[in-house]
C-alpha cells in the first residue's frame, strides 16, 4: 500500500514540525511555502525576541532529524530572537535536513477543493482525495494529497484599526503612513520613526514592545514621542503576570513596560476606539468614537490577526463564528475565558474537521482570531494530527505536552500601574531582583540604545 501524501500548507515552526512527524509515521509529506524560503513569515519579525527560552521552541521530531545531521542544540535556557531562530534552527531544518526534498518554496496555495466534487456534493466526497491549486512563477499547479494540514499562520492577515472589527473609515487611504504587527522600529525601519510622534494601538505583547522600541528610540533621537491607544479602559491588563509568569521574558516586559507608563514616557489614551483616520496638514488625525482624537505622524496597528479562510472556501468548515477557530477548539482556547496557561494541550480530535475527514487546521490558524498560542502547542497538535493519519489513534489522542502555568495573557490579576513598578516608587515585586524599565529593557533585548544610523 502506498504512503499516504500530506500537503502541508505553512514552511514556518509548525508547518516544518508537521514535515518531520510525518517523515517518521512513513507519510509522504509536501510542504507549501508561499515565500521564497522557510520560514518567510518569522523572517518578518526577526528583530523579536521570542518570551520563551529554546527548550520550548524546537520539536522533538524536527531535532531528532537534525541530529542526524550534527547538528548542535542551542543552550536550553537561552532566549532566542526570530533571526536566531532562523538561524540556528528552521533554516538548518530546512536545507540539511530530509525536509529539504519535500519543500516547494513560492507555491503559495490559492484554493482547496476534492477531486471531482464541488462544496454541494456529498455522496463518495469523502473518499476522494483533496486538490491543491498553487501560483508560482510558471503559473498555476495542482496536486492531489490524501490529507492536508493547513498551517499557513495569520502574521499576512492583520486586523483593522477600526474598533467595530472593520478597517476605519481613510485606513486604506492612508494606508503609506500606517504599519501593522511589529515594525523594525529600533533597526531597519529606524529612519521612519525616528523624531515622529508614533500612535500605537493594541494592548498585547507586540503593541507593549514596540512602545518599548519606541522609548529606546527617544534616547537616541528625542524628538520621538510614543502615544499608546487603548481601547479597554484599563491599562493594567495589558501588563502580564510579573514574577508570576513562568515565561520569565514575558514577566520582564510587563514590568518593563509598566515602569515606562508610569514615569511618563509614553502616553496613554485609554478607551479609544479607532473610527476614522484622516489627513491634517501631512500628519494623520485618528478619531475615535465621540470625534475624539490624537495627531500623529505614524500609526502602528498591533490589534492582532485573523486567519485567511479564503483558499478554504470550497471544503465544508466547521469553526466558531466569533473565534474563528475549530469548533471544538473555540471553547478551550476563546479569550475572554482563558490565556495561554489555561489552554489545556490539544490535538487531532479538536483540530479535525468532522465534514473533510483529513482535513486539519493548526498552528496559529486553528487559533483563529484568539491571541493565546504557543508555539509548543502547534508542535503537540502536528504530532497528534500525524499520528492521526498514520491510524495510530492511541498516539494521535496521546498528551504529550505540559505547558507553563502561566495563566497570565489576558487575565493576570495585577491591578495598578504601581504594583509592577517598583523601582520608580515602591518596592519591587517579590522575587524580582529589578523593574527598573531600562535594566528590563536591557536584559530583553540583549544592548542598550537603537543603533539607529
Known amino acids: 500500500m502506498d504512503a499516504k501524501t500530506v500537503a502541508i500548507i505553512g514552511a514556518g515552526p509548525v508547518g516544518l514540525a508537521a514535515a518531520a512527524h ?33 527548550k520550548y521552541n524546537i520539536d522533538t521530531a524536527a531535532a531528532r532529524l537534525l541530529a542526524a545531521t ?13 533571526r536566531e531562530l532562523i538561524d540556528a534552527y528552521l533554516a538548518p531544518l530546512a536545507t540539511r535536513t530530509a525536509l529539504r526534498d519535500v519543500i516547494r ?19 463518495g466526497r469523502a473518499d476522494a482525495p483533496f486538490e491543491i491549486r498553487t501560483r508560482n512563477g510558471n503559473g498555476e499547479a495542482a496536486l492531489q494529497a490524501d490529507a ?13 484599526a477600526g474598533g467595530n472589527g472593520l478597517p476605519a473609515l481613510g485606513e486604506s487611504e492612508h494606508r503609506t503612513r500606517i504599519a501593522y504587527g511589529m515594525p523594525d522600529v529600533c533597526g531597519a525601519q529606524c529612519s521612519r520613526y525616528a523624531g515622529k510622534t508614533v500612535a500605537v494601538l493594541g494592548a498585547g ?29 484599563d491599562p493594567a491588563k495589558a501588563f502580564g503576570g510579573g514574577s508570576a509568569d513562568q515565561l520569565a521574558a514575558r ?10 507608563v508610569r514615569s511618563g514616557r509614553i502616553r496613554v489614551e485609554t478607551g479609544f476606539r479607532v473610527a476614522r483616520i484622516a489627513d491634517d496638514d501631512g500628519r494623520l488625525s485618528i478619531i475615535a468614537t465621540g470625534d ?32 474563528e477557530a475549530p469548533v471544538a477548539l473555540a471553547p478551550l482556547i476563546d479569550p475572554n475565558e482563558h490565556s495561554c496557561g489555561t489552554v489545556r494541550p490539544h490535538g487531532a480530535r479538536e483540530l479535525a474537521q468532522a465534514d473533510e475527514p483529513g482535513l486539519y487546521l493548526a498552528g496559529m490558524k486553528s487559533y483563529g482570531r484568539a491571541p493565546n498560542f ?57 522575587g524580582v531582583d529589578s523593574c527598573c524599565a531600562d535594566d528590563a529593557k536591557a536584559k530583553l533585548a540583549g544592548r542598550s540604545g537603537c543603533g539607529c544610523s
Not at 105 to 123: E, Q
Open 22 to 54: 510525518a517523515l517518521e509515521r512513513g507519510l509522504q509529506p509536501v510542504v507549501l511555502e508561499a515565500g521564497p524560503e522557510a520560514a518567510h513569515a518569522v523572517r518578518q519579525w526577526q528583530h523579536v525576541q521570542l518570551f520563551s527560552p529554546w
Open 374 to 430: 504557543l508555539m509548543m502547542t502547534g508542535y503537540e497538535q502536528v504530532r497528534s494530527i500525524t499520528a492521526d493519519i498514520a491510524g495510530d489513534k492511541t498516539a494521535a489522542h496521546r498528551v504529550e505536552l505540559q505547558l507553563p502555568e502561566t495563566g497570565v495573557c489576558t487575565r493576570g490579576g495585577v491591578e495598578s500601574i504601581a504594583a509592577l513598578s517598583g523601582c520608580c516608587g515602591g518596592p519591587a515585586p517579590s
Open 105 to 123: 518554496t513560492s507555491h503559495r496555495v490559492t484554493a482547496i477543493s476534492r477531486v471531482g466534487f464541488d462544496k454541494a456534493k456529498s455522496k
Open 205 to 233: 505583547h507586540s503593541a507593549i514592545g514596540t512602545l518599548m522600541e519606541l522609548a529606546t528610540l527617544a534616547e537616541d533621537a528625542p524628538e520621538t514621542r510614543a502615544i499608546w491607544l487603548l481601547r479597554s479602559d
Open 292 to 323: 475624539r482624537h490624537i495627531t500623529a505622524d505614524e500609526l502602528i496597528v498591533a490589534t492582532g490577526f485573523r486567519p485567511d479562510l479564503s483558499l478554504l472556501s470550497e471544503l465544508r468548515l466547521r469553526l466558531d463564528p466569533a473565534i
Open 148 to 160: 492536508v494540514i493547513d498551517v499557513s499562520g495569520t502574521w499576512f492577515s492583520p486586523n483593522h
Open 70 to 82: 550534527g547538528w548542535n542544540s542551542p543552550e536550553p535556557e537561552v532566549y532566542p530572537t526570530g
Open 251 to 260: 514577566g520582564e516586559l510587563g514590568m518593563a513596560f509598566a515602569a515606562l
